[in-house]
């Protein structure tokens, strides 16, 4: 009987010197992966808003102001650039701080992006 209670009494001990360095490991491993799927997760949200945001900015002063000067035949290269920073202004203002926040982490800088999605969505919009 005593050998039966030493035997389990080194097998619980063996367990917990293994087991829970294991588990506690284990434990920071998985929050690890939680923590940057939820980080991913919010970017992917955050980009994503913000980039539709931006293709309605574009298409609200293509509407507004581009159509208007275009039928007067006035929209030239000045024009253009008008409305380049008029729809760069208004998407800026747009952007809540936590969009700016992740935009900054993920692209650096907010300009150049903003700058490369007006673009894109003059070039979508055209097309």
């Known amino acids: 009987m005593e050998s039966n209670t030493l035997v389990l009494n ?18 920071k491993k998985l929050n690890a992966w939680l923590s940057t799927k939820v980080q991913n997760e919010t970017a992917e949200k955050y980009i ?5 945001m ?11 102001y581009v159509s208007t000067l275009k039928q007067q035949g006035k929209f030239d290269a000045e024009a253009q650039k008008k409305a380049f ?35 894109s969505a003059v070039g979508k919009q055209k097309g």
């Open 85 to 119: 920073g008029d729809a760069m202004k208004t998407a800026k203002a747009m952007l809540s701080e936590e969009a700016k926040k992740v935009l900054a982490q993920t692209y650096g800088d907010i300009d150049k992006w903003l700058s490369t999605q007006i673009e």
């Open 10 to 27: 080194i097998i619980e001990t063996v367990l917990m010197v293994i087991i829970v360095p294991l588990l506690g490991f284990a434990m």
């Open 54 to 64: 931006v293709y309605d900015v574009v298409a609200s002063v293509s509407q507004t």
């Open 48 to 52: 994503s808003i913000s980039t539709d």
